[in-house]
C-alpha cells in the first residue's frame, strides 16, 4: 500500500496526524515543504497528500496545481489554519479533494484520507494539462468575505464546490448577513465570471414596477413608458441574475418567472415578440419561504425551483469568534475611504463590541465601525468611545462616556444610579434620561418643549422601524401600530427621507 504524505511546517500537525495514521496501520511520510515532496516524487507515489497553504518554503496552492498536472488522480487534501474565501476557492477550482481547516477534529480528517484512499488509483497516471483558475488572490483583490468560523468556512466550501456549476442557487439568511457579497462571489469565482452580473432588489422595487423591470417594456406600454427598456433579466444575458429579497416578489409575478426558469423564454411588457436568454439565477430571502409557502404568500413550484442549491448564512451572533477580524478588517476600510491611519480597538474594547446582540448583523459592525473612524479623534478606541445608542450589558454599560441627547450631555450616573436606571437588558433608562433633559431645557427656558420632544421622539421611532423594514412604509406603520396615512404625513412632517 502507498503512504500518504503530510506537508506541513508545524511539527504539532505532522505529529498528530502520524500517530493517528500509525493508529489505523496506514504508511505515511511527512515533509516539512512543499519542495522536499517534488524532491520525493522523483522516486516513489504516494496514495493521498495532505498539505498546509501557507509554509516558509513554498505554498500549498502552488503544489496542489503541480500535483494535479502530473497526477490528475492523485486525492490532494489541503489544510490551512489562515482560511478565506479565495483559498477556499483556489483549492476546489485546483482539484483538492477537500479543504479542511486548522484546528481540525482528527476523526473527521482521518474520515476524510479513508475516503480519499479509497479513491485513489495506484497506476501510473497520465499527464494532462491543467490551468486552473486561482482566483484573484495574487493581484491583491480584498476577499469578499471574511470569517474564521466553522459555519463561515461552510460557505467557502460551498461557493468553492459551485464554482464549476451553473446550478440555481438560493441565499438566506437575516438582514446584513452578506447575502448579496456571496452571491457576488457565486458569480466571480464561476464560469460566468466575465459576464454580467446583474441585481434586482426587489424590496427596494415599487411593487408595480418590478414586473417592468424585470422583463423590460415597450414604448407606450404603460404611462410612464416613454422609450423602450431592456429588462434585467435581459441584460443578464450570458451571466447571473441575483434576485435580491425573492420574498417581497407580488404572487401575479411569481408565475411568470417560473415560466421564464424553465425555458428562459418571455416577452418585454407591451411586445408580442418572445426573447430568450441564458441567465443563471442566485435568489436570496431574509424571510423564512417555507412558511410563507404554507400560508399560500409563496408558490411552492417557484420555491422548489429555486432551492436547489441553499447556502443559509451564520448571524454574527453564530459567529462571535470572527468579531475581531472583521473589526480590523472594517477599520482599516474605513480609514482608506477616509485617508486616515486606522484606529486599534483595545483588548477590553473587542471584548464589549463581542458581547452584543447585533441585529443588523455584520452590516451594522461596519456601521460602527465606520462611526468609530470618523467620530473618534484618539488612535486607540477604548470602550467608552463605543457608540451609546447599543444595547450593552450592565458591566460595559457603565464603562460609557456621558450620553449626548438632543446636545444636551447628560450627566453620568454613580455606580448605585446605574444599578438603579438600567434595564433588564443593560440599556440606560431613556425614560430616566428623558425627565433629566426635559429639566434642563425648561430650566433654560426653552420654548415648545413639549413638541421638541415629541417630534425627536417620533422621529428615532419610525426612523427604527423603517431601518427595520428596509424602508417599506407600510410594514413599518403595521409594525407601529399606526395607520398609513398616519405615517406617510409624519415623514412628510418630521423630514424623513
Known amino acids: 500500500m502507498k503512504s500518504v504524505w503530510i506537508v506541513d511546517d508545524d511539527q504539532s500537525i505532522r505529529w498528530v496526524l502520524e500517530k493517528s495514521l500509525a493508529r489505523e496501520m496506514i504508511p505515511f511520510k511527512s515533509f516539512a515543504n512543499p519542495n522536499d515532496v517534488l524532491d520525493a516524487l522523483e522516486k516513489e507515489m504516494p496514495q493521498v497528500v495532505i498539505s498546509d497553504i501557507r509554509m516558509p518554503r513554498g505554498n500549498g496552492i502552488t503544489l496542489l496545481q503541480q500535483l494535479k498536472h502530473d497526477y490528475p488522480k492523485l486525492p490532494v487534501i489541503i489544510m490551512t489554519a489562515f482560511s478565506d474565501m479565495d ?7 485546483g482539484g483538492a479533494f477537500e479543504y479542511i481547516t486548522k484546528p481540525f477534529d482528527i476523526a473527521a480528517v482521518m474520515t476524510i484520507l479513508q475516503r480519499a484512499i479509497s479513491e485513489s488509483k495506484s497506476a501510473e497516471e497520465i499527464k494532462t494539462q491543467f490551468a486552473p ?12 468575505l471574511i470569517g474564521q468560523a466553522p459555519a463561515m468556512q461552510e460557505i467557502f466550501r460551498a461557493v468553492g464546490r459551485l464554482s464549476t456549476s451553473n446550478a440555481t442557487v438560493l441565499i438566506t439568511g437575516e438582514s446584513g448577513t452578506g447575502k448579496e457579497l456571496v452571491a457576488r462571489a457565486l458569480h466571480r469565482h464561476g464560469a460566468r465570471a466575465n459576464t454580467p452580473f446583474v441585481e434586482l432588489n426587489l424590496a427596494a422595487t415599487p411593487k408595480d414596477m418590478i414586473e417592468a423591470e424585470l422583463f423590460g417594456y415597450e414604448r407606450g406600454a404603460f404611462a410612464n413608458a416613454t422609450s423602450m427598456k431592456r429588462g434585467h433579466f435581459e441584460l443578464a444575458d450570458g451571466g447571473t441574475l441575483f434576485l435580491d429579497e425573492i420574498s417581497d416578489m ?14 428562459g423564454k418571455f416577452y418585454r411588457l407591451g411586445s408580442n415578440t ?37 447556502l443559509r448564512l451564520p448571524s454574527l451572533r453564530d459567529r462571535i469568534e470572527d468579531i475581531p477580524l472583521l473589526t480590523q478588517h472594517f477599520l482599516t476600510m474605513s480609514a482608506r475611504q477616509l485617508a486616515v491611519r486606522p484606529k486599534v480597538l483595545l483588548p477590553e474594547t473587542i471584548e464589549a463590541l463581542s458581547k452584543l446582540s447585533y441585529p443588523g448583523n455584520v452590516r451594522q459592525l461596519q456601521s460602527i465601525c465606520h462611526w468609530l473612524t470618523v467620530m473618534i479623534s484618539a488612535p486607540e478606541i477604548t470602550v467608552a468611545d463605543l457608540p451609546k445608542d447599543l444595547t450593552y450589558p450592565p458591566t460595559i454599560a457603565k464603562s460609557l462616556a456621558p450620553l449626548s441627547v438632543g446636545g444636551v450631555v447628560m450627566n453620568s450616573f454613580s455606580e448605585a444610579d446605574s444599578q438603579v436606571h438600567l434595564a433588564p437588558t443593560g440599556t440606560i433608562n431613556w425614560e430616566h434620561q428623558l425627565g433629566v433633559l426635559a429639566k434642563k431645557m425648561l430650566e433654560d427656558g426653552r420654548e415648545n418643549v413639549f413638541q421638541e420632544l415629541l417630534n425627536k421622539f417620533e ?14 412604509k407600510v410594514e413599518a406603520a403595521e409594525r407601529l401600530g399606526i395607520g398609513r396615512n398616519t405615517i406617510t404625513r409624519k415623514l412628510q412632517e418630521l423630514g424623513i427621507e
Open 87 to 93: 483559498s477556499a476557492v483556489a483549492s476546489f477550482q
Open 133 to 144: 483558475n486561482i482566483g484573484s488572490r495574487d493581484k491583491g483583490v480584498v476577499p469578499e
Open 250 to 263: 407580488p404572487q401575479h409575478i411569481q408565475s411568470s418567472l417560473l415560466q421564464l426558469l424553465e425555458d
Open 459 to 472: 422621529k428615532s421611532v419610525i426612523g427604527a422601524a423603517l431601518e427595520t423594514t428596509r424602508g417599506r
Open 274 to 310: 418572445q426573447l430568450q436568454a441564458n441567465v443563471r439565477i442566485i435568489a436570496s430571502s431574509y424571510q423564512n419561504l417555507e412558511n410563507l409557502v404554507a400560508h399560500g404568500l409563496f408558490r411552492e413550484d417557484l420555491f422548489h425551483r429555486l432551492n436547489v442549491i441553499r
